[in-house]
């Protein structure tokens, strides 16, 4: 029976993957379809606000700028996000774990919202799930972020589905 369901999960999923890519041409043309965009993040100035090392990682807290260049101009914009950084191993191969806090602008609206990501080693990806303000009220943004500050995303009707709770230990 699990196995039927995540299959079907996985299905239903997917399928609302690729039927969102089916709207990705009209992108700006209808402001409260789903869009599928592309983009990237070109980082403008940071400061560092705080440091900490302990015997297991350091931390780092600090403020970057920048700007987000889209296919969809809805998320294209100025991009500010305060960045609480943890880096393990850092005179290994520094794996790091990274969370933040968002705010893109630009003419039409505003979002804002949470980055998680990690680096290290030969890869690193991050998310922003992001809500829309003023124009892009009633939207969402969900993008993925990786190392190089390429961009993938997609903006939906509506909030994000809120995380469920843990199923019951066994």
């Known amino acids: 029976m699990r196995k039927i369901r995540t299959t ?3 299905i239903l999923a997917f399928g609302l993957l690729a039927g969102s890519a089916v709207g990705a041409a009209a992108q700006d043309a209808d402001p409260a379809g789903p869009s599928v965009w592309s983009g990237e993040l070109v980082p403008a100035e940071g400061e560092q606000i705080s440091f900490e090392e302990t015997p297991t990682y350091l ?3 600090g403020r970057e ?3 987000i260049e889209a296919s969809d ?3 294209s914009g100025d991009w500010e996000q305060v960045l609480a950084v943890r880096v393990f191993d850092p005179e290994g191969d520094g794996a790091v774990l990274q969370t933040a806090t968002v705010r893109v602008e630009n003419d039409g609206g505003s ?3 949470t980055y998680s990501g990690w680096a290290g080693g030969p890869s690193g990806q991050g998310w ?3 809500t829309g303000e003023g124009g892009y009220d009633g939207l969402t943004a969900v993008f ?3 190392g190089e500050g390429a961009l993938e995303g997609l903006i939906v009707p509506g909030v994000a589905p809120a995380v469920p709770e843990a199923p019951p230990a066994e």
């Open 65 to 67: 700028s920048g700007q």
């Open 8 to 10: 079907t999960i996985s």
């Open 128 to 130: 922003n799930v992001l």
């Open 144 to 146: 993925s972020q990786s």
């Open 111 to 113: 979002w804002s919202g």
């Open 73 to 75: 101009s809805r998320i």
């Open 59 to 61: 931390e780092l807290l």
